[in-house]
């Protein structure tokens, strides 16, 4: 079974661009969550889709969007990009939204703002 | 939430057990306790996952005292490629808990083994 798939791998973006990355997830999954990784905050939650709802956000401001289509597929999107934005991030899919149910991750997208 | 503590590192030799303990004091009656593997450069990897008392799969052994105030992931005869960083997670992602809730992995344990 193929795992959680993001695209693209590396991207590169001046301030004030926007951005949008795609996660598929696996096969018969509904839950996509999304993550920002850097090195000094470690792994931070961002959003999490359930058949196409937003279910959970974390803390971040609204530059941050995501959505879920029919299909599972997940797109994020950011908009008016910083430096700060520089980041790994992550998707991850599972069954569903229950604590049962591990997330497994893709390898990511690592995004440079210049 | 429930937030988590770990060791920052640990060092060990290639054949020795090793065990990472991660308090999480504020764990809910709903929460799991789950502990991922990374790679540099690559996305977490589920290692296992447990509610109470103890779980082992092919990789690792999960220890869950009463309380479940803390857990310990045990890795037995580690290897070489087994140098990583190893996340604790401890949360709830039922579907019908409020939007809001935040779920932040903690800093992780950085185990480096040795030869």
């Known amino acids: 079974k193929a795992g959680v798939t993001q695209t693209p791998r590396y991207l590169i973006k001046t301030r004030g661009q926007q951005v949008t990355l795609s996660c598929s997830p696996i096969?018969?999954?509904?839950?996509v969550s999304w993550y920002q990784q850097t090195p000094g905050q470690g792994l931070q939650f961002l959003f999490e889709y359930f058949s196409e709802t937003q279910r959970n956000k974390g803390n971040f401001p609204g530059r941050f969007s995501g959505r879920q289509f029919s299909n599972s597929r997940s797109e994020m999107n950011v908009s008016t990009l910083e430096l700060g934005d520089s980041a790994l991030y992550l998707c991850a899919s599972s069954l569903g939204s229950n604590s049962n149910q591990p997330q497994h991750f893709g390898d990511g997208t690592r995004l440079s703002i210049l | 939430l429930a937030k988590t503590t770990q060791p920052i590192s640990m060092d060990s030799y290639e054949g020795q057990e090793v065990n990472i303990t991660c308090s999480h004091n504020?764990?809910?009656?709903?929460?799991?306790i789950t502990w991922y593997q990374q790679f540099p450069s690559q996305g977490p990897r589920f290692i296992i996952q447990?509610?109470?008392t103890k779980v082992t799969n092919e990789v690792a052994s999960l220890f869950i005292p009463a309380d479940r105030k803390s857990s310990t992931l045990s890795l037995p005869r580690v290897s070489l490629s087994d140098t990583a960083v190893y996340y604790c997670?401890?949360?709830?992602?039922?579907?019908?808990?409020?939007?809001?809730?935040?779920?932040?992995f903690g800093g992780g344990t950085r185990v480096l083994v040795k030869p």
């Open positions: 997670l401890v949360g709830d992602m039922s579907v019908i808990k409020a939007a809001g809730n935040k779920l932040t």
């Open positions: 096969s018969g999954h509904r839950s």
């Open positions: 447990g509610y109470k």
């Open positions: 504020n764990i809910a009656t709903n929460d799991y």
